[in-house]
């Protein structure tokens, strides 16, 4: 069973400053699939960054201050210059599972 | 514009069942994997069950496999999830969610979500 470990637990930067969200994966697949989500309270779930293959894709409409980057079993998720509107929950997934979630908070 | 809209949230007691809706609009529902996923109040994410692009293939996570089943209905471009044998730990807001070819069970589009809330 895959386990997503996300760190830290909660990110507590200001706006404009970088955010560096981890997500390790317990077990290394062969090809290499990920997604990073962000949610807001009381909304649905928004895809910023997938991968497929080893290619990192940004979705449709999500600024280019979102990147994504891996190195082995461990992701990151990049923001470059935090927005106001970036403080959120940041969850990552793969295979259907999904990590616990990084908070960024101001 | 793509387009999920879940229904059939509401209050159920204990071992009832609640039958979920999700109306797709503004793509090919019938090319699509989809999936349902839940978040407890406030808890994180967890994937529910997901379903191939005929309904012949269907997965669910091992908690409410024999208690849900993930069907759909291409005509109608309709996903449901009937859930049955109700526990309070089933209580969350469930959200559908299209798969992204290829992406290994990755959602590119979610509905808004609909509360289910199992109490006495």
């Known amino acids: 069973e895959i386990v997503l470990t996300q760190s830290p637990a909660t990110l507590s930067l200001s706006p404009g400053e970088r955010a560096t969200l981890s997500c390790r994966a317990s077990?290394?697949?062969?090809?290499?699939?990920l997604a990073w989500y962000q949610q807001k309270p009381g909304q649905a779930p928004r895809l910023l960054i997938y991968v497929i293959s080893d290619a990192f894709n940004r979705a449709t409409g999500i600024p280019d201050r979102f990147s994504g980057s891996r190195s082995g079993t461990d992701f990151t998720l990049t923001i470059s210059r935090l927005e106001p509107e970036d403080f959120a929950v940041y969850y990552c997934?793969?295979?259907?599972?999904f990590g616990q979630g990084t908070k960024v908070e101001i | 514009e793509v387009k999920l809209v879940e229904s059939g949230g509401a209050l159920v007691q204990p071992g009832g069942s609640l039958r979920l809706s999700c109306v797709a609009s503004g793509f090919d529902f019938s090319t699509y994997w989809a999936s349902w996923v839940r978040q407890a109040p406030g808890k994180g994410l967890e994937w529910v069950a997901n379903i191939d692009q005929d309904g012949s293939r269907t997965f669910h996570v091992d908690s409410v496999e024999g208690r849900f089943t993930i069907s759909r209905d291409n005509a109608k471009n309709s996903l449901f999830l009937q859930m049955n044998s109700l526990r309070a730990e089933d209580t969350a807001v469930y959200f559908c969610?299209?798969?992204?070819?290829?992406?290994?069970?990755?959602?590119?589009?979610w509905g808004q979500g609909t509360l289910v809330t199992v109490s006495s």
């Open positions: 969610a299209r798969e992204i070819p290829g992406g290994a069970s990755s959602f590119d589009y």
């Open positions: 997934q793969r295979y259907g599972v």
């Open positions: 077990q290394s697949r062969a090809s290499t699939y």
